[in-house]
Nanobody, 126 residues
């Protein structure tokens, strides 16, 4: 059974750091691009970051570039989202997702992902 479980969220102050983890129970994890999305109250889910299947390429939404870093550990079937210099506008539920296709480009849109976690809350107080 495919399962993605996020952890690491919490309540922090502006300027603090958090690292989100996503453990994926996917037989073909090493061949899957992985992504993070977030959804703030009253807003649509938005793309945050993605990493390709080999870990050689990452992409980020403009608002987090230079502050967030996405990495993967295939031995642990885990992706990590390191978030530094957090801002109040980063407050959201963060979702991990696994790409629909294997060995393809990392999708920038939710439709490119077939498997989703339940999310972890990140709250940044200003």
């Amino acid at each position: 059974q495919v399962q993605l479980v996020e952890s690491g969220g919490g309540l922090v102050q502006a300027g603090d750091s958090l690292t989100l983890s996503c453990v994926a129970s996917i037989p073909t994890f090493s061949g899957k691009a992985m992504g993070w999305f977030r959804q703030a109250p009253g807003k649509e889910r938005e793309f945050v970051a993605c990493i390709n299947w080999s870990g050689s390429s990452t992409d980020y939404t403009d608002s987090v570039k230079g502050r967030f870093t996405l990495s993967r550990d295939d031995a642990k079937s885990t992706v990590y989202l390191q978030m530094n210099s957090l801002k109040a506008e980063d407050t959201a539920v963060y979702y991990c997702a696994a790409a629909r296709l294997s060995y393809g480009l990392a999708p920038l849109y939710a439709a490119g992902y077939a498997y989703w976690g339940h999310g972890t809350q990140v709250t940044v107080s200003s």
